[in-house]
């Protein structure tokens, strides 16, 4: 008998939330997003509707106190800060930030050679190797490129990692060569 209330109890706890979570939505639906507040307030509605079994409030802006009590900064890593590309005879040659997002096997380390007059991609060269530990989130793991230049003396380009290491990447044989 008490397992039979229990599974009911848990029964009607699923239905509580499912029509809060219908509800919330539905509202969502009919109205343009507002504040988080806002949304909250429409939630509690719901719920008073739904008439959930314990009484209590739902707190579904929880996620957004909590965000506001860490100051609204996320545990992931920010995105790079852009690079300054550098043009020479015609071709821009530019950081490519996000490999991932292109089908590459990782962000960071990539620079593109861009026509600059067409705006065409040219070709796509891997400065260096970014190695991901599994147990680790990738996005801690990114390791992006901070600066390209040109070196006249050297005959290409000398792009530095958020590490502080360089490279020389001859622009003839586009050779990569840590300095």
């Known amino acids: 008998m008490a397992r039979a209330a229990s599974i009911a109890t848990g029964l009607g706890l699923a239905v509580t939330v499912a029509a809060f979570l219908s509800a919330v939505s539905l509202a969502a639906a009919e109205k343009p997003a507002g504040t988080a507040a806002a949304v909250a307030a429409e939630g509690?509605?719901?719920?008073?509707?739904?008439?959930?079994?314990?009484?209590?409030?739902?707190?579904i802006d929880a996620p957004?106190?909590?965000?506001?009590?860490?100051?609204?900064?996320?545990?992931?890593?920010?995105?790079?800060?852009?690079?300054?590309?550098?043009?020479?005879?015609?071709?821009?040659?530019?950081?490519?930030?996000?490999?991932?997002?292109?089908?590459?096997?990782?962000?960071?380390?990539?620079?593109?050679?861009?026509?600059?007059?067409?705006?065409?991609?040219l070709w796509i060269l891997k400065v260096y190797d970014v190695v991901y530990?599994?147990?680790?989130?990738?996005?801690?793991?990114?390791?992006?490129?901070?600066?390209?230049?040109r070196t006249h003396a050297l005959g290409g380009l000398i792009v530095e990692d958020e590490r502080g290491r360089r490279y020389l990447v001859d622009l003839a044989t586009r050779r990569v060569t840590p300095q």
């Open 44 to 59: 509690r509605q719901a719920e008073t509707e739904s008439g959930c079994a314990s009484g209590a409030p739902l707190r």
């Open 64 to 121: 957004v106190r909590a965000a506001a009590a860490s100051g609204g900064k996320s545990k992931k890593r920010a995105g790079p800060a852009p690079v300054a590309p550098v043009v020479v005879d015609g071709v821009r040659y530019e950081a490519l930030q996000w490999g991932k997002a292109r089908g590459l096997d990782q962000n960071g380390g990539y620079i593109a050679a861009v026509d600059e007059r067409t705006g065409k991609e």
């Open 133 to 149: 530990d599994g147990d680790k989130e990738d996005d801690k793991q990114d390791l992006f490129i901070t600066s390209i230049s």
